[in-house]
């Protein structure tokens, strides 16, 4: 199983409409969470960082649900500029990074 | 201020040859750090430099090294090329040790090997 793990899609979503995604981590041990964002061919970029009492920064929201060992994103008023590969980084108590394979998202016009 | 800077930003090889990687972190900084991202796969890590030394290396042969020189920027050697060493290289530079929240990437070198 991979320490970190995220469904690589491509979701299809139409512009306007409201997309959600999960990222699952196998180690409890991990510490802070986060969510970049990577356009295609193109490095990563910090969209935010996911607090245990989950954050929202204008249409996007990220939750952490310790627990189930998740964290999601939820994007809202989707726009044609947020398709992109959006990765999910799980940084250790050691401080190691572990990164997901990524969920591809396409919106539609 | 200029950003973190790889080059070159396409390399093509054969297999069994060399190929080396060059990394100019943000001003300032001091930490680098090399992933590969092959197509379909998360960022694996590589190799972490700060200060100068080696800090910590990921799950790869040794045939994957690099250094960092004393102005910070950073080179990462691949020796005896492989099919499935093709990928994306990205480099990442930070102050010191830091979290994603800080990290700031290049845009990458494409290394295609056939």
């Known amino acids: 199983r991979k320490e970190v793990e995220q469904d690589p899609g491509p979701f299809n979503v139409p512009e306007g409409a409201t997309v959600a995604f999960n990222c699952t981590y196998s180690n409890s041990a991990s510490q802070s969470f986060f969510w970049y964002r990577q356009d295609c061919r193109k490095e990563p970029k910090l969209l935010m960082s996911?607090?245990?009492?989950?954050n929202e920064d204008g249409r996007f929201t990220a939750q952490l649900n310790r627990a189930s060992q998740y964290i999601s994103l939820l994007i809202r008023d989707s726009k044609l500029s947020d398709s992109a590969t959006y990765l999910c980084?799980?940084?250790?108590?050691?401080?190691?990074?572990?990164w997901g394979a990524g969920t591809k998202l396409i919106i539609k016009p | 201020e200029a950003g973190v800077t790889q080059s070159p930003t396409h390399l093509i090889k054969t297999r069994g040859q060399q190929a080396t990687l060059r990394c100019s972190p943000i001003?300032?900084?001091?930490?680098v750090y090399w992933y590969q991202q092959a197509l379909g796969l998360g960022l694996q890590f590589l190799l972490w430099y700060d200060e100068g030394e080696e800090r910590n290396r990921g799950n790869f042969p040794p045939r994957f090294s690099g250094r960092q020189f004393p102005n910070y920027s950073s080179e990462l050697n691949v020796n005896a090329l492989e099919l499935e060493d093709s990928a994306l290289y990205l480099c990442?530079?930070?102050?010191?040790?830091?979290?994603?929240?800080?990290?700031?990437f290049g845009s990458g070198t494409q290394l295609s090997v056939l």
């Open positions: 001003s300032g900084h001091t930490s």
């Open positions: 990442a530079s930070s102050l010191g040790s830091a979290g994603p929240e800080k990290l700031f």
């Open positions: 980084v799980v940084r250790m108590d050691n401080y190691q990074l572990i």
């Open positions: 996911v607090y245990s009492s989950g």
